[in-house]
């Protein structure tokens, strides 16, 4: 035994709602394990696969809400959510610290997989094909594919740039230039960066940052003059803006919506804009004023309390120091558009990104929410993917209700449950609170 064993038997709650999973945890090596397993049957990609990743997945997120590292088998007898074939491997890690399946699983064909669907607009099938031309360096696709998708030729084009982690700094950049656009234009705005961010990461694939005005109807047609001014200051490489689609009966009937899906109606925009390469190096930019700490994190329900380094979140609060200038990168864009071409046509995004140039490519998500649906769209946003199916699966079975981020939906009593805040959310559902930080599952 170890001074753990104690600690059994242990009872978390079933649903990963019920729970605090932080980024910092005791089971990494299991986790990291079983995430892979789940990578390689999201690539593979078909129906029986996807259950078998969301099963690998759920075994992860149970191990990562352990208040203590796993030592011995006996300490998973009273878990739910791990299958048998996750215990073979997390047995195989006990014993030999690695497992073989796994090790097998990383393979070339996984690892040119991975490579080829990190490109934006590139999903499983695509890679797929590719691999099977014989294609394994994003040299090779930049070089041989022609796409009509505007993501993958931008993916593509700027794949050295998407693919170096977005850091808070940065998102804290654009967060304050998107800010000072969207006040400007409509006062008394309600602007939130979401998604990994504010669950405590300090890095990203992108930005998310949620919209909103508390006078109901404000927010309308903000998006468009919104990436007007973006657009004149120069600074959107590409996008694209899809209208809301959202209509009242879709809180009940939508598919889209359903316990699995992500997908929602909201007016949103998801594209790619430059920022300054320095805005996240600059040394005499002060950030000390622009995190807020957590002073502790605590699981709930184990007791177990991880440190605070893990546990900070991006400030609600605008930074005040000055966006810095794009003018140089744009006259360096009109100099090689004059020299490549002698007109004013647009450069192709391959020799926009080779050009010799002062700032980085960054992938944006802006989303417009009415304020009556604000607060679950700041949950559904926030995210995790996980944790947003576990508590879309837990409302649906536990409560007969309907999760989505445009609200939730009592079934039995037909009708909508409002929320003024996202406390209010969780009460809604008769969850206990679970912080942003406590949802990376
Ligand atoms: P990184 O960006 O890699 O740091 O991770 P992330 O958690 O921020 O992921 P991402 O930006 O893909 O998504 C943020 C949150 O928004 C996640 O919880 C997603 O489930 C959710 N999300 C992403 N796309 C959509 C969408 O089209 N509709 C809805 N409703 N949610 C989405
Ligand atoms: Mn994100
Ligand atoms: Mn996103």
């Known amino acids: 035994g170890n001074e753990n064993s104690g600690r059994n038997p242990l009872i978390l709650p079933e649903y990963a709602c019920q729970r605090a999973t932080c980024l910092k945890h005791f089971n990494h090596k299991f986790t990291k394990a079983l995430e892979i397993l789940q990578k390689h049957a999201e690539l593979r990609d078909n129906e029986r ?3 078998r990743a969301l099963a690998f997945r759920r075994a992860s997120c149970v191990l990562k809400s352990l208040p203590f590292p796993l030592t011995s088998m006996s300490q998973l007898k009273n878990l739910t959510n791990i299958g048998d074939h996750c215990k073979r491997v997390i047995q195989e890690i006990l014993e030999d610290g690695e497992c073989r399946e796994v090790n097998e699983l990383q393979d070339d064909w996984f690892q040119k997989m991975v490579v080829f669907t990190n490109i934006f607009g590139i999903g499983s099938a695509t890679a797929k094909k590719w691999i099977e031309k014989g ?3 994003i040299k090779e696709a930049q070089e041989g594919y022609i796409s009509s998708d505007w993501r993958v030729r931008w993916g ?5 740039d998407l693919n170096t982690p977005v850091n808070l700094q940065e998102a804290q950049y654009i967060q304050q230039i998107v800010r000072k656009e969207a006040e400007t234009i409509l006062p008394g ?9 504010r669950r405590g990461k300090e890095e990203g694939h992108d930005v998310d940052i949620l919209m909103t005005h508390p006078e109901e109807g404000k927010e309308v047609g903000l998006l468009a003059r919104l990436l007007q001014r973006l657009q004149n200051k120069g600074i959107i490489l590409c996008g694209n803006l899809e209208k809301s689609t959202y209509s009242d009966e879709m809180l009940t009937l939508d598919s889209k ?9 909201f007016e949103k925009w998801l594209g ?8 996240s190096e600059n040394p005499a930019m002060d950030y000390s004023g622009s995190l807020s700490i957590i002073s502790s994190c605590v699981h709930k329900g184990t007791g177990c309390s991880v440190d605070n380094s893990t546990c900070c979140t991006a400030s609600e609060q605008p930074l005040n120091y000055q966006p810095l200038n794009l003018d140089e990168s744009l006259d360096l864009e009109s100099k090689a558009k004059k020299q490549k071409l002698g007109t004013e046509n647009e450069i192709s995004p391959m020799e926009l990104a080779k050009l010799d140039r002062n700032w980085i490519a960054r992938r944006v998500d802006l989303i417009v929410s009415p304020y009556d649906q604000y607060f679950y769209a700041l949950v559904g946003w926030t995210g995790n993917k996980q944790f947003n199916r576990d508590i879309r699966t837990y409302a649906q079975r536990e409560l007969g209700m309907k999760l989505s981020s445009h609200g939730l939906y009592d ?6 449950l409002p929320a003024r805040s996202e406390k209010e959310v969780f009460q809604n559902m008769k969850l206990q609170y679970i912080e942003p930080w406590e949802r990376n599952c």
Request: with cysteine.
């Open 189 to 197: 705005i309600i602007l939130q960066i979401t998604g990994g961010f």
């Open 257 to 265: 919506l359903s316990a699995k899906g992500q997908l929602d109606h």
């Open 49 to 51: 696969d996807s259950s």
């Open 272 to 279: 790619i804009i430059k920022i300054p390469h320095s805005c």
């Open 156 to 160: 593509l084009a700027f794949h050295t």
């Open 411 to 416: 079934l039995n009593k037909n009708c909508a």
């Open 135 to 137: 294609w394994s360096t």
